[in-house]
């Protein structure tokens, strides 16, 4: 397997999906609580990173193992990136569980450092990672699935990386998680609206392959007014967060990404081709992503 086969396999595209939520943690609890654990910090983001790819290997692992009818064996010899380059199966599910193995040991390390909580949050997180795409009904091919991947992502990585920083203290309230799923909606949202746009694009694949994705129920003209309420309701949790106080005011300067975001949702409301619109949704991620993290990151060092 080529270095390039193996980014590809591992979707390292998508691993700003991850990464955002962990920066957006550190800054949450910089600018709250001025204290970060930089040592629980690495382990997590290695762990972190490290199931994240585990999880993305899993998803065309069971998509390639669960194509068996006819139909769906072209799909699999021409799309999936197993049958495309001719993958070992055996040694892909060896990668696979290796990199969860080792995500699975670093997390019990922080789990004995930290406490029982993060046990908690890391079974949910693994259980979620593999029900997406594995078990009897996958959540990716129900309309749950945006939901879960957005929450598990955009959530409890950044809920996880609070509690690592804040866990000798007594600021672990019930009130402190609201705040934290606030600051956590531009995320949250951001990447519930990435997985709907795959679905969107995906309308008639999925349904050739017997998944019934929420695009299924709503139909493809509801799904994308969907899309962009996920990034207003998005926008709206990050202001109201700064009215709160839980971030720097510098973090209304992401708003000016709503010019661009716009853009792209009226480009996937135009056209809904894998191929050409859905790194439309993408792209907004990427953005959403770098313009909070900075902006928020000013906010840390400006009055």
């Not at 009215?243 to 661009?260: C, E, N, Q, R």
Request: aromatic content about 12%; charged content about 10%.
């Amino acid at each position: 397997m080529t270095l390039k086969v193996f980014l590809e396999l591992v979707e390292i595209k998508a691993k700003i999906a991850s990464v955002w939520p962990f920066l957006l943690g550190l800054i949450f609890v910089a600018a709250n609580f001025h204290h970060l654990n930089w040592g629980l910090n690495a382990l997590f983001f290695i762990a972190m990173l490290l199931f994240n790819m585990a999880v993305d290997i899993n998803d065309n692992y069971q998509d390639y193992t669960k194509a068996d009818d006819t139909q769906a064996a072209e799909w699999k010899k021409h799309t999936n990136i197993i049958g495309v380059h001719h993958l070992n199966v055996r040694g892909i599910f060896a990668l696979m569980a290796s990199f969860a193995v080792v995500a699975a040991l670093i997390g019990l390390y922080l789990v004995w450092v930290t406490g029982w909580p993060l046990l908690l949050m890391g079974l949910f997180c693994f259980l979620i990672g593999y029900l997406y795409a594995g078990g009897p009904k996958p959540l990716s091919g129900t309309p749950t699935g945006e939901f879960f991947a957005g929450f598990t992502m955009g959530f409890m990585i950044m809920a996880i990386t609070v509690y690592l920083n804040l866990y000798q203290t007594h600021a672990l309230t019930l009130a402190l998680w609201g705040r934290v799923l606030l600051a956590s909606g531009v995320a949250v949202m951001a990447i519930a609206a990435l997985l709907l746009a795959n679905n969107i694009c995906d309308a008639q694949e999925d349904l050739d392959l017997n998944r019934t994705t929420i695009v299924y129920y709503l139909g493809k003209r509801r799904a994308l007014w969907l899309f962009a309420g996920f990034y207003v309701v998005g926008y709206l949790a990050l202001v109201a967060s700064v009215l709160i106080g839980d971030l720097p005011v510098w973090s209304l300067l992401a708003l000016v990404s709503i010019v661009p975001v716009t853009r792209n949702v009226r480009g996937l409301f135009a056209v809904q081709v894998k191929k050409e619109t859905f790194i439309l949704a993408v792209r907004n991620l990427g953005i959403l992503a770098l313009t909070t993290v900075v902006a928020e990151g000013l906010g840390l060092f400006l009055p």
